[in-house]
């Protein structure tokens, strides 16, 4: 691949990070906090690729009467995963995903005691604070309250729904599931469906068949479907 193969590739690749750093598509893929990173990245590919064709022309006219030399063509398929951005973004990971992978809960931090909730119901819990006060604390915080939590929809291991969400360390390449069973109301919705369920606290807790962790049970007395949210990882 000659230098202008090469500034066009390095081109392609830093728009389709800049593409999708300054809109929310990034957040598929990385933490929030990562986007100053991918701006920098996208920019300095760009930068790269402008020396890179500056250089390539101004030397051209120095070496029109040497001998042409034919690099390998393999080199082009680097330009299918920045088209692949720049076409078509992959959407965040989701039931597949969750599904193949065992709760993140094994790995969670445990407080040593949790604060109690704040007043109003019903109240907005992230999966993973609701799992965590479910199975570490046994529902002491969680009992009397009307809670409202939002996911996913996953097949569990029983082909019932659950409510999952994906936790991030740095990358969808780490990504793990937080996973919530359901009982009461049922919720009839595909998966990979995001809803909003409100309900109760239950004390049934079962163990996850990939790693053997807890899944914390949630009571639903009413379900809504619902858009994805901006951020769609915990």
């Not at 202008?4 to 929030?32: C, H, N, P, W």
């Not at 007043?119 to 009307?146: I, K």
Request: aromatic fraction near 8%; charged fraction near 20%; include cysteine.
């Amino acid at each position: 691949m000659n230098r202008r193969a090469q500034a066009i590739v390095m081109t392609l690749f830093g728009g389709a990070i800049l593409r999708v750093s300054l809109t929310d598509v990034y957040l598929r893929y990385v933490k929030e906090g990562l986007r100053p990173f991918l701006v920098a990245a996208g920019v300095l590919l760009l930068a790269a690729a402008a020396m890179t064709l500056w250089y390539e022309l101004r030397s051209r006219p120095a070496a029109q009467h040497g001998h042409a030399h034919h690099e390998p063509r393999v080199g082009w398929l680097l330009i299918l995963p920045a088209a692949g951005l720049l076409l078509i973004a992959p959407p965040a990971l989701g039931s597949y995903a969750a599904g193949q992978s065992g709760t993140v809960l094994a790995a969670a931090q445990v407080e040593s005691e949790f604060s109690p909730l704040p007043p109003g119901d019903p109240v907005p819990l992230s999966l993973m604070d609701y799992a965590t006060r479910a199975v570490f604390d046994e529902g002491r915080s969680l009992t009397g309250r009307t809670l409202r939590l939002t996911g996913f929809v996953t097949p569990g291991p029983d082909g019932r729904p659950m409510l999952a969400r994906m936790v991030l360390a740095c990358c969808a390449a780490d990504g793990r599931p937080i996973k919530v069973g359901l009982t009461g109301v049922a919720v009839e919705a595909p998966a990979d469906r995001w809803v909003q369920v409100v309900g109760v606290y239950s004390s049934r807790v079962d163990r996850d068949p990939v790693n053997q962790a807890g899944v914390p049970f949630f009571e639903v007395t009413s379900w809504q479907e619902t858009t994805a949210p901006r951020r769609p990882y915990e």
